[in-house]
């Protein structure tokens, strides 16, 4: 008998099958699900936010018309849309506060261990943000229409989307602020509270700009949240102009800019 009879070869080892990758929309889908599921246990504060847009409504729109002299219904028409990006506006541009939370606790570290793509955890938290204030602004919307609100609903479904496109853009900027203020959490709410509220006033949407100085209202042609509210407007009325083309140009060129800081931010910080 030989010495190559007696030699035993190795079976091969079997191969280890390549990990199956996911689209971008099921990584953006299981971020969203994990994220809301959050919002689903703690009923009560998804309550308290459907209330908070319909007190402000009740108690500012009065005074408006006092103010302006026109009617409920004028002034529901032409204040509503502004209570719709407001609540977005407050809504997404805190996303980056559950962040550092996260980071704190060391759950974002294991998160980023996942082969989920870095753009779907942006867009999929925004979008979990998103999710409320849609529910929100449908509520107040359908609460103003037996006081004379004309309600336009493919239109209002135009201008929904628009506010989320934006709203997963400022979702994303806030979610880059917080990486970078990841070590000092006071820091996000100084940055995050000091340019929201310029932002809403010189937006217009509370007040009409018309009759404020000229500086002001040169400084909102130059504030993407003025066009955003501008074409909310006009679609809430049942129009569609220009306007709404520059709304949604507002809108994506924000998008646009919120997931690449964003992506960038996550791919290049070591927590």
Not at 1 to 10: G, W
Not at 100 to 105: A, G, K, V
């Given at each position: 008998?030989?010495?190559?009879?007696?030699?035993?070869?190795?079976a091969?080892?079997?191969?280890?099958?390549?990990?199956?990758?996911?689209?971008?929309f099921?990584?953006?889908?299981?971020?969203?699900?994990?994220?809301?599921?959050?919002?689903?246990?703690?009923?009560?504060?998804?309550?308290?936010?459907?209330?908070?847009?319909?007190?402000?409504?009740?108690?500012?729109?009065?005074?408006?018309?006092?103010?302006?002299?026109?009617?409920?219904?004028?002034?529901?028409?032409?204040?509503?849309?502004?209570?719709?990006?407001?609540?977005?506006?407050?809504?997404?541009?805190?996303?980056?506060?559950?962040l550092?939370?996260?980071?704190?606790?060391g759950?974002?570290?294991?998160?980023?261990?996942?082969?989920?793509?870095?753009?779907?955890?942006?867009?999929?938290?925004?979008?979990?943000?998103?999710?409320?204030?849609?529910?929100?602004?449908?509520?107040?919307?359908?609460?103003?229409?037996?006081?004379?609100f004309?309600?336009?609903?493919?239109?209002?479904?135009?201008?929904?989307?628009?506010?989320?496109?934006?709203?997963?853009?400022?979702?994303?900027?806030?979610?880059?602020?917080?990486i970078?203020?990841?070590?000092?959490?006071?820091?996000?709410w100084?940055?995050?509270?000091?340019?929201?509220?310029?932002?809403?006033?010189?937006?217009?949407?509370?007040?009409?700009?018309?009759?404020?100085?000229?500086?002001m209202?040169?400084?909102?042609?130059?504030?993407?949240l003025?066009h955003?509210?501008?074409?909310?407007?006009?679609?809430?009325?049942?129009?569609?102009?220009?306007?709404?083309?520059?709304?949604?140009?507002?809108?994506?060129?924000?998008?646009?800019?919120?997931?690449?800081?964003?992506?960038?931010?996550?791919?290049?910080?070591?927590?």
């Open positions: 008998m030989s010495t190559t009879d007696l030699t035993t070869t190795p091969p080892a079997p191969e280890t099958p390549a990990p199956v990758r996911r689209g971008l099921a990584d953006i889908g299981s971020v969203w699900m994990r994220e809301t599921l959050t919002i689903l246990r703690d009923p009560f504060s998804l309550i308290f936010s459907l209330l908070q847009p319909l007190v402000f409504l009740g108690l500012f729109a009065p005074l408006l018309a006092g103010m302006s002299g026109e009617g409920g219904p004028a002034t529901l028409q032409w204040f509503l849309p502004g209570v719709v990006v407001m609540i977005t506006m407050f809504g997404t541009s805190m996303t980056g506060s559950n550092q939370f996260e980071i704190m606790t759950a974002f570290e294991r998160i980023l261990a996942t082969p989920l793509r870095r753009s779907a955890l942006l867009v999929g938290r925004a979008l979990k943000e998103l999710t409320p204030l849609l529910v929100q602004a449908l509520v107040i919307v359908l609460v103003a229409w037996p006081f004379g004309a309600l336009h609903p493919a239109h209002i479904a135009v201008g929904l989307v628009i506010i989320g496109v934006f709203g997963v853009g400022v979702g994303a900027l806030s979610y880059a602020l917080a970078a203020a990841r070590k000092a959490e006071w820091i996000f100084a940055v995050q509270q000091t340019l929201l509220f310029p932002l809403l006033i010189l937006s217009g949407m509370m007040l009409p700009l018309e009759t404020g100085p000229r500086w209202q040169v400084a909102a042609q130059f504030n993407p003025t955003i509210v501008d074409a909310l407007r006009v679609l809430f009325a049942g129009g569609f102009d220009i306007t709404v083309g520059y709304g949604a140009l507002a809108a994506v060129l924000t998008c646009a800019v919120g997931l690449t800081v964003g992506v960038r931010s996550i791919t290049r910080t070591v927590l």
